[in-house]
């Protein structure tokens, strides 16, 4: 059983930062990729940003130059630096990883909660 726990979410007024976690736990055998979703209320779910194995990264349009996202191999964490937030950036940011359990398993994909973060003056 893989979990996944995001914290750092809360309340920021604009041009503010926060940093995101997200710890996946259980049994984890290897992580492949690890992303960060976001959704407003009456949205869609919407990519934020990844980041591979060999920590590659790539993000959305909406967040280059802003959000950096990065990962702690040892200690099965991702994380995301959020700065210049803006209102539209309010959602609820869950993280996902694709990952196998175990060696002679199959990828599978696990998600988070969601941790809400809220951009207003």
């Known amino acids: 059983q893989v979990q996944l726990v995001e914290s750092g979410g809360g309340l920021v007024q604009p041009g503010g930062s926060l940093r995101l976690s997200c710890v996946a736990s259980?049994?984890?055998?290897?992580?492949?990729?690890m992303d960060w979703y976001r959704q407003a209320p009456g949205n869609k779910r919407e990519w934020v940003a990844g980041i591979a194995e060999d920590s590659s990264t790539t993000y959305a349009d909406s967040v280059k130059g802003r959000f950096t996202i990065s990962r702690d191999n040892a200690n099965n964490t991702l994380y995301l630096q959020m700065n210049d937030l803006k209102p539209e950036d309010t959602a609820v940011y869950s993280c996902?990883?694709?990952?196998?359990?175990?060696?002679?398993?199959?990828?599978?994909?696990?998600w988070g909660q969601g941790t809400q973060v809220t951009v207003s003056s």
């Open positions: 259980g049994s984890i055998f290897s992580i492949r990729v």
């Open positions: 996902s990883i694709i990952a196998k359990p175990s060696a002679r398993t199959d990828l599978h994909e696990y």
